[in-house]
Every structure is written in structure tokens, then in C-alpha cells.
Nanobody, 121 residues
Framework: VQLVESGGGLVQAGGSLRLSCFAS????????MGWFRQAPGKKREFVAA????????LYADSVKGRFTISRDNRKDTVFLQMDSLKPGDTGVYYC???????????????WGQGTQVTVSS
């Protein structure tokens, strides 16, 4: 499974971005998907996850109410809508695939290369 993220960029605090992650696989709907982020000098942290059908989602407390994860199984793509962005949201955002969505990076089997999100104050 190859994952390719897009949609990152520079945005002012309070603004919005929508990240996309396209999966090169014919079995996308069999995977749960997650988004993680890593700021400079910090460990990779969980952001959000969605199960294979889109019927169950998980969020980190720091983004709950501001970020929304969704997926389109017809297009083999998972999205992360990020609103009310804060400078603390700055980092490289990675999407990942697993057969059982959790908040733990070690539980994910496939990773994208990441996309940079920078939020200016």
C-alpha cells in the first residue's frame, strides 16, 4: 500500500486547510486510516483515525472539535479537514493505514511521506 499526502501549506492562525491522502491499493476499504503529526524536536503524535466504513472516528483531545477526518472509499482517499488552526498545529502530517485503528503509531503498517503544515501567529 502506497500512501501519498497532499494539501499542506502555510496558513494564518484561525485559518483552515484540508489534507488528502490517496492510497494505491485495490483494498482501501479494508483498512482503517489514521493521521499523525510531528513537530520539530517532538515525537510523532496521534491526530485522528477512521475505521474502514467511516462509521467510527477517534480524535486527539487537542484537535477535537476543530479537525474532522473522513474518507471516500470510491476514490481510495482519506481527508483531514482542519479548522481554527493554531500555531501549535504546525508540523509534518502523515497518513497511515492499519487493520485496526488505534492511537498508537506502532499499530499502523503503512505510512505516507508526509506533508508540511505551518500555522503562523
Amino acid at each position: 500500500v502506497q500512501l501519498v499526502e497532499s494539501g499542506g501549506g502555510l496558513v494564518q492562525a484561525g485559518g483552515s486547510l484540508r489534507l488528502s491522502c490517496f492510497a494505491s491499493t485495490q483494498t482501501f476499504s479494508s483498512y482503517d486510516m489514521g493521521w499523525f503529526r510531528q513537530a520539530p524536536g517532538k515525537k510523532r503524535e496521534f491526530v485522528a483515525a477512521i475505521n474502514w466504513s467511516g462509521g467510527r472516528t477517534l480524535y486527539a483531545d487537542s484537535v477535537k472539535g476543530r479537525f474532522t477526518i473522513s474518507r471516500d472509499n470510491r476514490k481510495d482517499t482519506v481527508f483531514l479537514q482542519m479548522d481554527s488552526l493554531k500555531p501549535g498545529d504546525t508540523g509534518v502530517y502523515y497518513c497511515a493505514a492499519t487493520t485496526g485503528a488505534t492511537r498508537l503509531a506502532n499499530d499502523y503498517d503503512y505510512w505516507g511521506q508526509g506533508t508540511q503544515v505551518t500555522v503562523s501567529s
